[in-house]
């Protein structure tokens, strides 16, 4: 049983937030501490370098944010490490195997992967319920088994469970291609008359992207994690063009 953890976390519109504080409150209640520290904010270096590490993001256009990948290789080296990873995500991904390539890199024991499907947040159609209750029972059972599997100290494993494409991820990780693409498809707007000028996306957005002026101002940086939309109290965000999109945070929230 490890007695103290780091980790690491991004969440946009809540998946991977909902279910990494299921895996927290597991560690916790069997005695180990656990600290918590949102990606964004950059790692911390500390005296004790061997406390164990679980990083956990969401899978975004087969791989993930540019920012999270930027934070994973900057991580520092080590000499065996303990890490594990709890990845959320729909229905595909292609991070699995480069993560762990560049973690062993680095110097790290990729100790185990969990992938979690969840709830899509980004809804094209009305949302079904019950199929969604059903993936977030899942979701939480799987959690909790791997949450069990850490705070025994065990090897999982590295294995890659749900296929996606790697080549996608690629483009994803080393070129702007797949983020342009996203940025002319979905590029996110204020309903001006909606909005109440609260800041909270402007405080939320991991890369800095929206400013306040005279109305609510998104840049050319998006990376698609939805948290602004999402956690609107207005519901003033919106895919240009496509407001028959809707963003929705965690149903488990």
Avoid at 150 to 159: P, Q, V
Wanted: aromatic letters at 10%; proline letters at 4%; glycine letters at 8%.
């Amino acid at each position: 049983m490890y007695k103290e953890m780091d980790v690491y976390y991004f969440s946009g519109t809540g998946n991977t937030k909902f279910i990494m504080d299921k895996v927290v409150q597991t560690l916790e209640e069997k005695g180990a501490r656990i600290n918590s520290y949102p990606i964004e904010k950059g790692y911390i270096e500390k005296k004790d370098k061997d406390i164990p590490l679980i990083l956990a993001f969401p899978v975004n256009s087969q791989s993930i944010s540019p920012f999270i990948w930027k934070f994973l290789k900057r991580l520092p080296r080590t000499g065996g490490k303990r890490v594990y990873a709890l990845v959320t995500l729909n229905d595909s991904s292609g991070i699995i195997k480069p993560l762990g390539k560049l973690l062993e890199n680095k110097g790290y024991d990729p100790a185990g992967v969990c992938e979690i499907s969840l709830p899509n947040n980004m809804l094209v159609k009305p949302a079904d319920e019950s199929q969604d209750s059903e993936r977030l029972v899942k979701g939480i059972e799987k959690a909790l088994k791997f949450a069990d599997i850490i705070a025994e100290g065990k090897n999982a494993g590295w294995i890659q469970e749900y296929k996606g494409s790697g080549f996608v991820s690629f483009l994803s990780r080393y070129t702007g291609l797949t983020w342009f693409s996203m940025r002319a498809l979905l590029k996110l707007k204020t309903d001006n008359e909606l909005c109440k000028h609260c800041g909270l996306c402007v405080k939320q957005c991991p890369v800095g992207n929206i400013r306040e002026a005279d109305y609510m101002r998104h840049g050319n940086r998006c990376e698609f994690c939805m948290r602004c939309a999402a956690n609107c109290p207005e519901k003033a965000i919106f895919i240009k063009g496509k407001k028959s999109i809707s963003i929705r945070k965690s149903i488990g929230l």
